[in-house]
């Protein structure tokens, strides 16, 4: 079978090509990629080639594909995996593969065959051995794109931990009833985790978001209102910290003093990780979330607080399965609603532009229909676009009537009505 797929040869080269698969194995999958969402992480993969730790030395004669959030439907079944999984079943895969022999391994990032911007893969044996290909039951395929990216902000809750003077046990997870920052936290990472940590298991009694772009800060409150968040519980407070004189005796205020539990940090700029530093409480958990693109980025940390207050600091990129399954249920069970992540859809043409310019295009995620041709276009932006293609206006009518947001009837009809890759 051909597959069309955006292939990586090396730093700054991503080809989109049309080449053969080989028939597959009886311990393999053939599927179908119907939606992949562009993390940054893609962008990291493209700029730095072979030097990154997940990709392959020999990319420039054997390229990868890339994209590592998809969400698509088996075709076919080798052999030895027909008792697990059927033709016509819907899946989404958790690309750490965590692999004795190579634990950097991962769909997106080190396979010839698969990776989620791609008409068709060919799942390798390691992602079932791993337990990696997990069923999807939704009804959007952009829900699974967005379980791998949620299962992250999962994680990162689960890898915070607190601590008792001479008890040498960490309690993981966030604190319950304590008090959370969330720093620089409007972007699409952002919102999933003020989803999560409204709509969780696991809850804080306060929650603070900052950050300084003003329009963001309202769609924010807007999609995750107070008045839900105080339902749940939680006192929300969104900060817009460019208008504060001090940010963090304005923090800290809303503590009574206290500091913070648990603060995430969302951006990696050296002044907000200093800030989250300096708003932690007694035992309060600094999660560096952000992953920079330079190796050498520090910020520094008041190692007193570290001594007498206990602060700690832990930083997490990605999530593992059980992440991910708890991702895909609680968006089956209507619980959380990444869709909010999403502010711009594209077709599998679109995919080379917007990998190697991400960090220029502003917005959230940019979701992929990888059997489509479509120039990427944010949502915001559908209605413009109809005055020249009457499918854009019908997906700008029912994207506005569901608050903005990208939903099921937008996609199946971009899907019955978008030109055919």
Request: proline share 4%; hydrophobic share 40%; aromatic share 8%.
């Amino acid at each position: 079978m051909k597959t069309e797929a955006v292939r990586l040869y090396g730093k700054n080269d991503l080809r989109l090509e049309e080449f053969e698969l080989p028939k597959i194995r009886e311990d393999e999958i053939l599927a179908q990629i119907i939606s992949d969402s562009i993390c940054m992480s893609s962008y990291k993969a493209t700029l730095q080639g072979s030097d990154h730790k997940r990709i392959p030395k020999d990319i420039a004669n054997n390229p990868i594909i890339i994209g590592h959030e998809f969400c698509g439907v088996i075709l076919e079944v080798g052999q030895k995996w027909r008792n697990q999984f059927c033709p016509g079943m819907k899946f989404s895969i958790q690309p750490a593969l965590n692999l004795k022999e190579n634990p950097y391994a991962a769909p997106g990032y080190t396979f010839k065959y698969i990776g989620g911007d791609a008409t068709h893969i060919i799942i390798p044996n390691e992602v079932m051995e791993q337990g990696c290909l997990l069923e999807y039951r939704g009804d959007g395929y952009f829900y699974g794109s967005l379980s791998e990216p949620m299962s992250c902000i999962v994680g990162a809750f689960r890898a915070n931990y607190h601590t008792e003077s001479s008890i040498y046990a960490h309690k993981m997870g966030i604190k319950k009833g304590g008090n959370m920052a969330i720093l620089a936290g409007v972007g699409s990472m952002g919102l999933g985790a003020i989803d999560y940590a409204i709509h969780g298991e696991l809850k804080p009694s306060l929650l603070v978001v900052t950050d300084i772009d003003e329009i963001r800060l309202a769609r924010a409150t807007s999609l995750y209102t107070v008045e839900e968040a105080k339902k749940n519980g939680i006192n929300l407070v969104y900060l817009d910290t460019s208008n504060v004189e001090n940010p963090v005796e304005a923090m800290l205020e809303l503590t009574g003093g206290k500091g913070y539990d648990d603060v995430f940090v969302f951006a990696p700029v050296k002044p907000v990780v200093e800030q989250g530093d300096k708003i932690l409480g007694k035992d309060g958990c600094l999660n560096f979330f952000a992953g920079p693109t330079n190796p050498a980025f520090a910020a520094e940390l008041n190692f007193y607080n570290v001594h007498y207050n206990s602060t700690h600091i832990v930083g997490t990129s990605g999530g593992n399965t059980e992440d991910m399954i708890e991702s895909l249920k609680m968006m089956a069970e209507g619980k959380i609603n990444p869709a909010s992540m999403i502010t711009h859809i594209g077709g599998l043409d679109s995919v080379v532009d917007t990998t190697m310019n991400l960090p220029k295009i502003l917005g959230g995620k940019k979701l992929i229909y990888t059997n489509i041709s479509m120039k990427l276009t944010a949502i915001s932006d559908l209605r413009k676009k109809g005055k020249d293609d009457p499918v854009m206006v019908k997906l700008a009518d029912i994207v506005e009537s569901n608050n903005g947001l990208w939903n099921l009837e937008a996609e199946k009809y971009l899907l019955e009505h978008a030109k055919a890759i």
